[in-house]
């Protein structure tokens, strides 16, 4: 099994396939690096692909620390993937928590990146529902602790932004659900704390993402309520970047709807790879509704 160490001597398990440009999958908190198989199978026909189980997620180490779980430690862990595989720079393509992780990612080693998906990402991050989101991430880590991962998968698995999901596509969901409940309940709960409970809101950094030359580019499901206006703010506020709004798709966007996903995300790093994916044309002004002179 293939394992990499961080650079505070993590170990963490990684899978790759295919030649050529690389790209690197970051998974969300429900899933793990299994969740990435369709786009695994899909492009590495085409590209050198690499998802890797992040820590606190079996087979990577599990740290019993909670100051070893950050969304600061969690982008610098793609940097340390990088390195240790030798990569100078990659497209990060994260989904929820991996999709905050690529966020920070491109801020933080912007030079790194060739480009950026940030997919599903954006609990937490409405002002309004901030505090809520921080308690019941601390309620969520304290059912990881007391019931264990089988038996809590089977209510964390059934979140409102789930739902979509498991109507669609039943067995697709059920095998979500069923890995979901194979996941450490320690670092779980440690992940929870760690990173979920402490990420700042993507609305505080609104300076740094305007400032951010990334290639960025947003997805977001119609059924996926929260993410909704946090992706629409990256859209205005990130200069490269591009907003896909999946229609009927709830928060499992890549299992949910794996073709139409692959399909957008190959487009984009298609023009990314051309250099035809641009910052918007100053001339296009979004307080303007209608030219007169």
């Known amino acids: 099994m293939p394992y990499l160490t961080t650079s505070d001597d993590v170990k963490l398990y990684y899978e790759e396939a295919g030649e050529g440009t690389p790209i690197v999958f970051v998974h969300e908190f429900g899933g793990d690096l299994r969740s990435w198989e369709p786009q695994m199978r899909y492009f590495s026909r085409r590209y050198r692909c690499i998802a890797f189980a992040a820590r606190g997620y079996t087979p990577s180490d599990v740290p019993d620390d909670i100051e070893q779980y950050s969304q600061a430690i969690a982008a610098r862990d793609i940097r340390d993937v990088l390195d ?21 990612f491109g801020l933080d080693y912007a030079d790194r990146a060739r480009s950026l998906v940030v997919a599903g990402a954006g609990y937490g991050a409405e002002k309004e529902f901030e505090a809520y989101f921080r308690e019941v991430s601390l309620e969520v880590a304290k059912q990881f602790d007391t019931q264990g991962a089988p038996q809590f998968a089977k209510t964390y698995s059934l979140a409102a932004s789930r739902i979509a999901f498991q109507v ?15 996941h450490s309940a320690r670092g779980s709960a440690l992940t929870m704390r760690g990173v979920q409970a402490r990420r700042p809101s ?18 977001v499901g119609d059924e996926d309520d929260h993410c909704l206006q946090p992706g629409i703010f990256l859209k205005r506020t990130v200069p490269a970047s591009g907003l896909v709004v999946m229609p009927k798709t709830g928060h499992t966007l890549n299992l949910e709807e794996p073709a139409l996903f692959n399909q957008h995300i190959a487009e984009f790093l298609a023009m990314v790879e051309n250099n035809r994916w641009l910052p918007r044309d100053s001339r296009a002004v979004p307080a303007q509704i209608m030219k007169t002179s």
């Open 202 to 219: 993507i609305y505080d950094l609104d300076a740094r993402l305007k400032a951010m030359t990334v290639p960025t580019l947003v997805v």
């Open 168 to 182: 669609k596509d039943p067995r697709g969901w059920l095998e979500f659900a069923t890995m979901l409940g194979e």
């Open 84 to 104: 240790a595989l030798k990569i100078d720079r990659a497209h990060i393509v994260g989904l929820s928590m991996g999709g905050f992780a690529t966020l920070h």
